[in-house]
């Protein structure tokens, strides 16, 4: 592996909190993708998500696709959790595909779980795009002496599992 490779890697895992290929192989393998159909999904070329991949480049630079990678991996979460069944799969996948990834405000009620996971990866989005897993995890030491509430926040929403954030989220809803 190349120098530039090797600093590349080590900045996406700095970023997104594992190089860009892990991430990318785990979705592959777990949803039965090839690198064609996982371009597609995302929104991304083939040649860019190669680039991605081989740590030619670093960052994903639009959000939308950002949003879509991360609800890949939420859906493999799911998947490996066994909360969604495999025949599921590719209707999520068409779903995840025609996304935005955008945050928005709505008028509408969110009282199902669905919205709460929508609300979940919304924060999550916004975390990632913000700030890496690792300032993340350092902002929250940081508060816990003196903001431990936003720093549990910090953590679970941004550097914990999907479920734990749901689950999160569900027992805390009611106070807003």
């Keep these: 592996m190349s ?12 970023a997104y909190g594992e190089p860009l290929n892990e991430t990318f192989d785990r979705i592959r393998q777990a949803l ?5 159909s996982l371009a597609d999904i995302i929104g991304l070329s083939a040649p860019m998500l190669s680039q991605l991949n081989s740590a030619q480049r670093v960052k994903i630079g639009n959000p939308a696709v950002l949003s879509r990678v991360h609800q890949l991996i939420e859906l ?6 066994g ?4 025949h599921d799969i590719p209707a999520q996948l068409e779903h995840i595909k025609s996304s ?22 919304g924060m999550r989005s916004l975390l990632s ?7 993340l995890r350092e902002a929250a030491d940081l508060l816990e002496a003196s903001h431990p509430k936003l720093a549990e926040v910090l953590r679970v929403y ?5 479920h734990s954030a749901v689950e999160h989220f569900d027992e805390l809803k009611d106070l807003f």
């Excluded at 039965?32 to 064609?36: F, I, M, S, Y």
């Design 83 to 86: 909360h969604v069944q495999s």
């Design 3 to 14: 120098d530039t490779t090797h600093t590349n890697r080590e900045a996406q895992r700095a």
């Design 32 to 36: 039965g993708l090839n690198q064609a």
């Design 100 to 121: 935005q990834g955008s945050m928005g405000w709505t008028t509408q009620p969110m009282t199902d779980q669905a919205s709460d996971a929508a609300v979940v990866a």
């Design 158 to 162: 941004g550097t914990g599992p999907v």
């Design 129 to 135: 795009a913000v700030a890496s897993a690792a300032e």
């Design 76 to 81: 493999v979460e799911q998947l490996n959790a």
